[in-house]
């Protein structure tokens, strides 16, 4: 479809429009993050890197980071089995109410995050009656990181057809066998991109964590207890600004892996002629 020279500028600066928006706020921490002050004034007086190293030599900020990137990662293998069977079970199966499993599925990351973090803390607190610790606050973010992976996953398979799995089934290939060689390379790049979303969710996450975290403390939590404090709001930004740089890492890779080769690459030639228009 041809563009003209206006509709191409109006684009461009909706998109840019667009991009303000959403990242001048991050921007104005960034620069916060490197202010020589600890008071905040704009414009900053100056500029330094000090902050960033008193933030990495902060124990308590070195322990909510280990403590974050262990809850990360174990509520993203809970979320990819979890998730890889849910969507496997909806895209692969014909069954009563699979429509209403798709959608209880996917609900929780539509309720509000207290909501779900008092639930959570009433079911562990009373009616199992066990402590808030590390696992606690893993079983609370993969509630709702089982709906990223699930999503990914169901969204590939429902795009892949199912006769090559009937094919080796004809064959003779058990289900498992199946699975293993035809099923999982098929959604394999969109299971590990549901997978660093997840973590990426995980290691953002403020309001379920803090009904479910008891004594432990993630960085996001480190963050929102220290904002209060004026002294320690110049580490507090620089803190920040190292969550926002970890988090675009993971969501990177997945874009990347989740990108469609068609368009990202341009549209398959299939004659000479049009290979080498």
Known sequence: MPITGGTRWLLRIGSAVTLAFLYAPLLVLAIYAFNTTRVQTWPP?????????KALNNPGVRDALWTSLRAGIGATAIAVVLGTLASYAVARFDFFGRNTISFLVVLPIALPGIVTGMALNAT???????????????VGHATFCIV??????VARLRRTSASLEEAGSDLGATSLRGFIDITFPQMRSALIAGALLAFALSFDEVIVTTFTAGDDQTLPIWILNNLSRPRNLPVVNAVAVIV????????YLAQ??????????????????ERAA
Not at 45 to 53: I, K, S
Not at 148 to 153: A, C, D, E, P, T
Not at 244 to 251: A, G
């Open 256 to 273: 990347r892996l989740s990108a469609d080769p068609v368009t990202a690459r341009g549209p398959v030639r299939d004659t000479p002629a």
């Open 244 to 251: 926002v740089v970890l988090s675009v890492i993971p969501v």
């Open 124 to 138: 562990f607190t009373q009616v199992l009656g066990v402590d808030l610790a590390l696992w606690t606050i893993i």
């Open 45 to 53: 007086q100056g500029l330094t890197l000090d902050w960033f190293d």
């Open 148 to 153: 990223v992976v699930f999503n990914n996953v």
